[in-house]
Nanobody, 128 residues
Framework: QVQLVESGGGLVQAGGSLRLSCAAS????????MGWFRQAPGKEREFVAT????????????YFADSVRGRFTISRDNAKNTLTLQMNTLKPEDTAVYYC?????????????????WGQGTQVTVSS
């Protein structure tokens, strides 16, 4: 099993930045691919970003939802078992609960059903 705990959410004005972290514990070898999702009030949970190891095993690839590409970056520190989402130029429509997710299998994953483990979420509120 893998436990994921998000932190770093909060209230920020439009145009501001926030940095979300996700700490993984337990069987961290199962966090092969990791991602961020979000769920706004009254809406379904949606994909935000994912990071996965290249086929060569020498670097990480990243992929973002169109709505956040160019504003958000995703990174991971395997030594610290931490996943990070840096969010810049935040907009009110970024307001949501943000969830960290991990998959035990390799490759890019944008669907919720492809992830095996989930955190409890952290609230991000962007005021206009």
């Amino acid at each position: 099993q893998v436990q994921l705990v998000e932190s770093g959410g909060g209230l920020v004005q439009a145009g501001g930045s926030l940095r979300l972290s996700c700490a993984a514990s337990g069987r961290t070898s199962s966090t092969v691919t990791m991602g961020w999702f979000r769920q706004a009030p009254g809406k379904e949970r949606e994909f935000v970003a994912t990071i996965w190891l290249s086929a060569s095993g020498t670097y990480y690839n990243t992929y973002f939802a169109d709505s956040v590409r160019g504003r958000f970056t995703i990174s991971r520190d395997n030594a610290k078992n931490t996943l990070t989402l840096q969010m810049n130029t935040l907009k009110p429509e970024d307001t949501a609960v943000y969830y960290c997710a991990a998959s035990a299998s390799p490759g890019m994953k944008r669907r919720q059903q492809d992830y095996d483990f989930w955190g409890q979420g952290t609230q991000v509120t962007v005021s206009s």
